[in-house]
């Protein structure tokens, strides 16, 4: 089930957060802030040492049967990055791909 959606950027920040109920909202977001520490800190434990590119895996983050739910969150956030007038970085606010969310979550609860 979709209760929180997080987009983050490449620099590791989130540049979409959206959770339903919304009354859980501060909830999800310290746990996406939390998953965004967790992340940090496996990459800067790796340093400059010679690691094997295995050990950032982090496992399956989502149950293969939520595969298609991914793929229409992937494919809407394509054509938000494929937007001339997106600027990389900037905090995404697509009536479009909030919309996306928003159907996806409801389907889902």
Known sequence: MAVCVAVIAKENYPLY?????????LKFHYMVHTSLDVVDEK?????????????LYLGLLYPTEDYKMFR?????????????????????????FDGMV???????C
Do not use: W
């Open 17 to 25: 957060i959206r959770s339903v109920p919304t009354e859980n909202e």
């Open 43 to 55: 990459i800067s434990a790796m340093g400059k040492a010679l690691v094997d590119q295995r050990e």
């Open 72 to 96: 229409k969150l992937h494919n809407s956030y394509t054509d938000v990055m494929c937007n001339p007038f997106y600027n990389p970085g900037d905090r995404i606010q697509s009536r479009a």
């Open 102 to 108: 928003t159907s996806m979550m409801i389907q889902v």
